[in-house]
């Protein structure tokens, strides 16, 4: 039996050395996240390899799992910690080596194995760690998934078997560059700045890229887990306007920004305006919507109004399904719907068949925009956003707010909209049309000036957005008025950045 673990160790004794540490709040709606060291050490690791295999075994799936680590200095170790519990408990292992979290999920296919865990803590800042799951594919855990592990692992009922094993495959990115790039090049001569804030992106997208005949201006792709100019954070403004100021420099056509493990991409066009990725999904639903007409499109609660009243999407019988936030939600919406694709506003987008296979890659989307300029002759990234109804947007916006409370904090947010609503209360001075409280609250006023407010699934943050088709003061106004309710709430903190 392995030692049950402790939700709070001091690191240098003797005790963080032969105890499991790990913190509950890791086990997050779809993902695994964790401040190595702080939250959870190898042991605690280990134990999360163990229970991983245990659930596989009581969920009836073949015991076998794709693996692979993002490029941070403790990652690699990590990853070895939870083969050495998977193995323990009666998996095979098939190890990737350094990776993106789509070649993973590519893996899946690739190899035809049915389970996945990937090492990776995507966009955070160094120190943190975390684990991306599934055992059918395309999709990955979700609530129910992630509380049954937590339940196995924090009351260590993780379970050792005979039947693991481990095997590494060599040099599996050359079957996922091949996937990508076994296609006629791109007609239209463009010039690409391809960001990966020294990511690990960066070892693989240029590359690919480039294979399809674009021009690639590299900018930070050397690989460093120290991030020395920024997070390879593709919804981060310090990350975009990098992008930008490069574009203009080198005259680029387009810019296009990964993520640190790859599975997310962002847009800057030719003048170096960033565009956000909700609006980039716009695009590529009128791209794509020429060729599939009547396809649906699975959109996250935090993206922008106009999947569901954009004029030509509309004319080409488009049906927009908005959906929970989290790449776990929108992946497993797009495969129960059968959906062409869908699209996030962090920039994790899902391409189903016939363009792929359902999961969020990061390549994949800079390969869709790329193509989407290619059937584009004449027109420039600038023009194609231009083509779209204007709206006033806000970056994504994250308070703190503690994980141990966050929840019940938006709890009283939706209670108080669903209230003013029900009391005709005006919200930024106008009636409220409609709320979602799929995912949060996306309260709705009169003239369609929206905004939202949900509890950030990764981090101890709130997430807060506003929209506005009538003007850029009425966006201001919905988020005086969203956050003039959040500081009802004293756990409520400091934005990371605002409008």
Not at 85 to 99: F, M, P, Q, R, S
Not at 143 to 152: A, F, N
Not at 185 to 214: D, H, W
Not at 423 to 431: I, T
Request: net charge negative; hydrophobic share 40%; charged share 25%.
């Amino acid at each position: 039996m392995f030692p049950k673990p402790s939700h709070a160790l001091a690191p240098n004794t003797y005790a963080f050395e032969t105890v499991p540490l790990v913190k509950p709040t890791g086990f997050r709606e779809y993902d695994a996240r964790w401040l190595f060291g702080k939250e959870i050490n190898l042991m605690g690791i280990q134990a999360l390899g163990l229970g991983l295999a245990t659930l596989i075994h009581e969920m009836g799936v073949k015991p076998e799992l794709v693996t692979g680590h993002d490029y941070r200095a403790y990652s690699s170790s990590i990853k070895h910690a939870l083969i050495t519990g998977l193995v323990a408990g009666g998996v095979k292992v098939h190890d990737i080596g350094l990776a993106l979290s789509p070649m993973a999920y590519f893996a899946q296919f690739e190899l035809d194995v049915p389970c996945v865990a990937m090492v990776t803590a995507s966009h955070n800042d160094n120190g943190w760690t975390g684990v991306k799951m599934g055992v059918q594919r395309p999709v990955t855990f979700g609530p129910d998934e992630m509380g049954r592990l937590s339940d196995i692992v924090l009351n260590a009922k993780g379970m050792t078997r005979s039947g693991g094993g481990y095997a590494y495959v060599d040099n599996f990115p050359a079957r996922y560059f091949a996937d990508l790039t076994n296609r006629a090049p791109i007609k239209r001569k463009l010039k690409v700045v391809a960001a990966c804030g020294n990511g690990t992106a960066g070892a693989f997208a240029p590359q690919i890229l480039e294979k399809l005949g674009c021009e690639v201006v590299p900018l930070d792709v050397e690989l460093d887990y120290n991030f020395p100019r920024y997070n390879p954070n593709p919804e981060d403004m310090e990350m975009l306007h990098a992008i930008a100021h490069k574009v203009k420099e080198v005259g680029a056509d387009v810019g296009l920004g990964f993520d640190g493990d790859g599975d997310r991409c962002g847009v800057v066009d030719n003048n170096g305006d960033e565009i956000f990725a909700d609006k980039i999904g716009v695009m590529l639903a009128r791209d794509l919507s020429a060729l599939h007409p009547g396809a649906t499109f699975v959109v996250d609660v935090k993206s922008t109004g106009l999947f569901a009243t954009d004029p030509v999407l509309i004319s080409r019988n488009v049906k927009a399904d908005y959906w929970k936030t989290g790449h776990s939600y929108i992946k497993r919406r797009v495969t129960d719907l059968k959906a062409l694709a869908g699209f996030e506003k962090s920039g994790h987008f899902f391409f189903n068949a016939p363009i792929g296979r359902g999961y969020d890659d990061g390549v994949v989307t800079a390969i869709q925009v790329i193509d989407m300029l290619d059937r584009n002759l004449g027109k420039t990234m600038a023009d194609l956003y231009a083509d779209l109804p204007k709206t006033w947007g806000s970056p994504t916006m994250s308070p703190h707010c503690d994980d141990e409370i966050k929840y019940q904090v938006v709890e009283r947010v939706v209670k108080r909209f669903q209230d003013m609503q029900a009391k005709n209360e005006p919200v930024s001075g106008q009636k409220i049309r409609d709320l979602v409280t799929v995912n949060g609250v996306r309260v709705t006023a009169e003239d369609g000036t929206w905004g939202l407010v949900r509890a950030s699934s990764n981090k101890p943050e709130l997430v807060v957005v506003v929209e506005s088709p009538v003007s850029e003061q009425r966006m201001r106004d919905m988020f005086k008025a969203v956050d003039g309710v959040m500081r009802e709430n004293p756990e409520v903190g400091a934005y990371n950045q605002t409008i």
